[in-house]
T-cell receptor, first 117, second 112 residues
Framework: EPEVTQTPSHQVTQMGQEVILRCVPISNHLYFYWYRQILGQKVEFLVSFYNNEISEKSEIFDDQFSVERPDGSNFTLKIRSTKLEDSAMYFCASSVSDRAPSTDTQYFGPGTRLTVL | QKEVEQDPGPLSVPEGAIVSLNCTYS??????FMWYRQYSRKGPELLMYTYSSGNKEDGRFTAQVDKSSKYISLFIRDSQPSDSATYLCAMSWDSSASKIIFGSGTRLSIRP
């Protein structure tokens, strides 16, 4: 069964450093998402991406964040200057349409645990 | 008041028991109600989805929505050790994936 993959599984970085989290969505999916889950807290929407553009973003997704689809398979989340409060699990998801879950299902990757020291 | 509230558990029940998981919410505009299952070191996986009020059944799983009480439930019949996971409720006011509000999750353990 096709699945969303994410690398690395765990990233440790120093405050102020740039990090890039990588995702490979399911190959025929057109919509891509990043979510964040701070330890012990809720899963929170960050951004959605379609046709090489950001479709929607939340208040969390400020100028420190950017997303890119550099080639036909990868989808990346970059944090330019990491802060302690960026420490969280970051989930990538993809779907065929943006009408999830009413007519479609989002498939989530296993997540990247980001630790900012 | 938080938009979506969910008891974090942990909830431990013997194999074969009926499990009841619940969430309450405050926003009466929510129309789409979902339950996700999240195994350890995995991302959330959509289990059940309901639009507006009513019940929905899928195998051993039943989702119920009571909009008048702003209360949703997930029942698991004949629970199995493989059902041990964190269960997240989620809801939104339109069908856009970006509008989904998640609960904090209930950790469920099924004892063999």
């Amino acid at each position: 069964e096709p699945e969303v993959t994410q690398t690395p599984s765990h990233q440790v970085t120093q405050m102020g450093q740039e990090v890039i989290l990588r995702c490979v969505p399911i190959s025929n999916h057109l919509y891509f998402y990043w979510y964040r889950q701070i330890l012990g807290q809720k899963v929170e929407f960050l951004v959605s991406f379609y046709n090489n553009e950001i479709s929607e973003k939340s208040e969390i997704f400020d100028d420190q964040f950017s997303v890119e689809r550099p080639d036909g398979s990868n989808f990346t989340l970059k944090i330019r200057s990491t802060k302690l409060e960026d420490s969280a699990m970051y989930f990538c998801a993809s779907s065929v349409s943006d009408r999830a879950p009413s007519t479609d299902t989002q498939y989530f990757g296993p997540g990247t645990r980001l630790t900012v020291l | 008041q938080k938009e979506v509230e969910q008891d974090p558990g942990p909830l431990s029940v013997p194999e074969g028991a009926i499990v009841s998981l619940n969430c309450t919410y405050s926003n009466s505009a929510f129309q789409y109600f979902m339950w996700y299952r999240q195994y350890s070191r995995k991302g959330p996986e959509l289990l059940m989805y309901t639009y507006s009020s009513g019940n929905k059944e899928d195998g051993r799983f039943t989702a119920q929505v009571d909009k008048s009480s702003k209360y949703i439930s997930l029942f698991i019949r004949d629970s199995q050790p493989s059902d041990s996971a964190t269960y997240l409720c989620a809801m939104s006011w339109d069908s856009s994936a970006s509008k989904i509000i998640f609960g904090s999750g209930t950790r469920l353990s099924i004892r063999p």
